[in-house]
């Protein structure tokens, strides 16, 4: 089926500005097929059922819009933390600012040097999970990536690893266009915590796809960076065995507009995956969170918490489904979506979506839109509590549910501090 023609041409002038990145004969093969979804699907735009409530046209343009380059005010995120850190400046690894990549328990190399081998356990997975969650619904964007990441990293974790690996990205050029593409694959029993922070560029396309194996556990905490005029689209997709743990937490301070899809699929009984996101946002600001699991295993939890507080005319999306297939029995799937509008022109879209086709289930959802609680407020103003910093409780205490998915006690402390510096400097 052709596609329609604006579509088509906004899909070409893309193509046009972007090149396949040399590798392996394998390598080229992957990128090719990606390539041929990219064109069989088009680049997204607004008529699209998962677009409609925001606009696309800035991630598919042919030339990323300009972004300026925000000065750091404050301590990066995670840098009290003993971590492996892996530097990339405006999307490319820059092996003199990182670490060195040995550490115990796993092996970590650039995406590049393992799409140039002739053999390479990454051939199974480059790719793969990203071709999966093509279905039901079309991500091109992701295959877009798949086709033309030329960096990143892949990380293997055979056991334990010692400390967390992160990820740290720098934002130093106002034009910068930067598609990167991670790699992970956790062995039968592995352990990895993953950190991310930073901005990364003017306009950023972000794919990791995660294999986490039977008895392994993943943990990810991402803090996107708060250059007012960023740009990203990232997509995390995950396949889950048996008896396996997935959990993962992003907050999100300014930017003009920022997508992020989780796509995860349960394929062994008794597996956990959480993912949680807390926002917030001023002004230009829009923020989507699109959310899709598949249980297709027994006895398996799921669990999606996503606050947003948005102000200024800011714009807030979610749309999360739960599909549970018929085989999958004792599903257990937890879905909540909320906002807290601080005043009357910003926006809220939710789309929540059950679709089960198993009998012995415990599935939920629910959304909320609302105000600061009038009872709340005048209870703390009348403990003499100046109105500005009530408000900034009642924001803070709206968020923890979110916070709280966050298992290590120092990075979420560190985390509602930092959003109660976000607030504090809006009082000014």
Known sequence: ?????????????????????????????????????????????????????????????????????????????????????????DGVFDADASDDLALAGIEIERLSDAMAADIHWVKDLYGTLETRGQTPVHRPLAALNTAFASDGIVIRATGKATKPVSLVYLHKSETSDAILHHCIKLDAGADLT???????????????????????????????????????????????????????????????????????????????????????????????????????????????????????????????????????????????SQSLLLDDDSQFYAKPELEIYADDVICSHGSTTGAIDDTALFYLRSRGVPEAAAQDLLVLAFLAEAIDEIEDPDISADILGRLDGWLARRRR
């Open 194 to 336: 993953l950190l991310e922070n930073g901005p990364a560029a003017a306009r950023l396309n972000k794919v990791m796809e995660v294999d986490v194996a039977d008895g392994a556990s993943f943990h990810h905490i991402r803090a996107q960076g708060r250059d007012h005029e960023r740009r990203a689209v990232t997509h995390m997709f995950a396949r889950l065995g048996a008896e396996s743990t997935f959990k993962s937490f992003t907050v999100t301070v300014n930017g003009l507009l920022t997508r992020n899809e989780a796509i995860i699929e349960f394929t062994g009984d008794h597996a956990v995956a959480h993912v949680a996101g807390a926002a917030v946002g001023d002004g230009m600001f829009v923020h989507d969170d699109t959310v899709f699991v598949t249980h297709d295993a027994q006895h398996c939890e799921s669990r999606q918490v996503f606050k947003k507080v948005l102000r200024n005319g800011a714009v807030g999306v979610f749309q999360g489904k739960i599909l549970v297939k018929k085989d999958a029995q004792k599903t257990d799937g937890y879905q909540i």
């Open 1 to 89: 089926m052709a596609l329609p023609q604006v579509k088509q041409d906004a899909t070409d002038a893309r193509l046009a500005t972007l090149t396949l990145p040399e590798g392996a004969a394998w390598a080229t093969a992957l990128r090719r097929e990606a390539l041929g979804r990219v064109q069989a699907m088009g680049l997204p735009s607004r008529r699209d059922e998962y677009w409609k409530f925001t606009n696309p046209t800035t991630l598919v343009d042919a030339e990323a819009g300009r972004a300026a380059v925000l000065k750091a005010e404050e301590t990066p995120v995670f840098d009290s933390i003993d971590r492996l850190k892996i530097i990339f400046v």
